[in-house]
């Protein structure tokens, strides 16, 4: 079946502009998770939804940053004034649960440029 | 919060078997898992202990010893595109009882397979 998927693979941007990320999770996928991930580093946990609920946004690293999920499926993070240190591949994965053992699907990330 | 340590890069040759290591550091603990990530692409699920020992999915295998707070995966037979980097992840049980289900992830471990 079809896996996570997320839009625009690339983006780039000028600093001080808002950027709009897309995920598209797993249909049946309760679970979704964005993560943020620099070059050769290691994936930085941003926020978690469960159904529409954000019971986890921890991992934001700032105000500029928010995320919504809606109908249990699709979710948007936005950037708003972007700066050059938010370039980074954006990660998003679902899962069936939040169980300890519900493994994350990832989609391909949206790399994000900032000039 | 969450801690992990694995081995930055490791080398191995075709045919070989190559074990790489994970120790964490949590105020508690809802297993280990570890995740497979080609340059430019998606994290992909490998393997969960919940448990000690070692659970073995094809020529991969993964170990975990609760007590020593360590675990370890072992690729046999390695082929050249098990060239990748390895990441070991655990959730953050502080978080699994408010409803959050944050995975933390480990800093990865570049694995070169050479001829």
């Known amino acids: 079946g079809a896996g996570v998927s997320q839009s625009p693979s690339n983006k780039v941007t000028e600093k001080g502009k808002d950027v709009e990320l897309r995920c598209d999770p797993i249909?049946?996928?309760?679970?979704l998770y964005w993560y943020r991930q620099s070059l050769g580093q290691g994936l930085e946990f941003l926020i978690y939804f469960q159904g529409n609920s954000a019971p986890d946004k921890s991992g934001l690293p700032s105000d500029r940053f928010s995320a919504e999920r809606t109908g249990g499926s699709v979710s948007t993070l936005t950037i708003q004034r972007t700066q050059q240190e938010d370039s980074a591949v954006y990660l998003c994965?679902?899962?069936?649960?939040?169980?300890?053992?519900?493994?994350?699907?990832f989609g391909n990330g949206t790399r994000l440029t900032v000039t | 919060g969450q801690s992990l340590e694995q081995p930055s890069e490791v080398t191995a040759v075709e045919g070989a078997i190559v074990q790489i290591n994970c120790t964490y550091q949590t105020s508690g603990f809802y297993g280990l898992s570890w995740y497979q990530q080609h340059d430019g692409g998606a994290p992909t699920f490998l393997s969960y202990n919940g448990l000690d020992g070692l659970e073995e999915t094809g020529r991969f295998s993964s170990f975990l010893s609760r007590s020593d707070s360590y675990g370890y995966l072992l690729l046999q037979e390695l082929q050249m595109k098990d060239s990748a980097s390895y990441f070991c992840?655990?959730?953050?049980?502080?978080?699994?009882?408010?409803?959050?289900?944050?995975?933390?992830f480990g800093t990865g471990t570049q694995l070169k397979v050479e001829l």
């Open positions: 994965a679902s899962s069936k649960k939040g169980g300890a053992n519900s493994p994350l699907h």
């Open positions: 249909s049946g996928h309760t679970a």
């Open positions: 992840a655990v959730r953050d049980p502080a978080r699994l009882t408010g409803g959050g289900n944050k995975l933390t």
